[in-house]
């Protein structure tokens, strides 16, 4: 996701936008991180990063795009964990990086189970899916992992990232947390099992 174009010049941005939208995505995600999204406004994001709320407004255009920023490198991080793992073509044993995925999703829970939630926002959830599907299309698109009659690779793909972003939506708001191994073995025997 590109950061709006708020304050530039050219090519070059302004240090005071990029502390400002620094502070404003810092903000979010605290917010975030303490209670549901759908209860944050621009108004609590501007008064606990300490910027005037029309501030807010110049650098993003609503609250699910200012968390959607905030969450981006977290999204990142997770779509490169989901590159590791062999998700386009899983292994007779459960590799150690489909663990390691869930290890990265346990260690921010409460952001993920806040964003991920009842009360979380479609876009990051669509955003997060879509990046996903991304990471498994260029596997199976590198294995050749397509035979003739076989669905698209993007539509298996979003089948498996789908998969995924209900199953760690469902792992973080069960009552009882599992481990982060309980649950790479259910995704696991989901994938061998999948079409």
């Not at 972003?165 to 790479?184: C, F, K, N, Q, Y």
Request: aromatic share 4%.
């Amino acid at each position: 996701m590109l950061e709006p174009t708020a304050g530039t010049s050219g090519s070059r941005v302004d240090p005071r936008v990029l502390r400002t939208r620094a502070l404003l995505r810092t903000a979010a995600l605290e917010l975030a991180s303490e209670r549901d999204a759908d209860t944050i406004t621009m108004a609590d994001i501007a008064e606990r990063a300490t910027v005037n709320r029309a501030t807010v407004y110049q650098h993003y255009k609503d609250r699910d795009e200012l968390l959607l920023a905030a969450m981006e490198s977290e999204i990142t991080a997770l779509a490169r964990a989901a590159a590791r793992c062999p998700l386009a073509c899983p292994p007779d044993r459960m590799p150690a990086e489909l663990v390691e995925l869930f290890r990265h999703v346990e260690s921010n829970a409460r952001l993920y189970r806040q964003m991920l939630g009842p009360n979380g926002t479609a876009r990051f959830v669509n955003h997060l899916r879509d990046l996903l599907a991304d990471e498994v299309t260029a596997q199976m698109d590198a294995a050749s992992a397509r035979s003739d009659g076989a669905p698209p690779n993007d539509l298996r793909a979003h089948y498996v990232a789908g998969a995924f972003v209900g199953l760690i939506t469902r792992w973080l708001t069960r009552p009882d947390l599992l481990s982060a191994e309980a649950v790479a073995a259910a995704a696991w025997e989901g994938l061998r099992r999948a079409p």
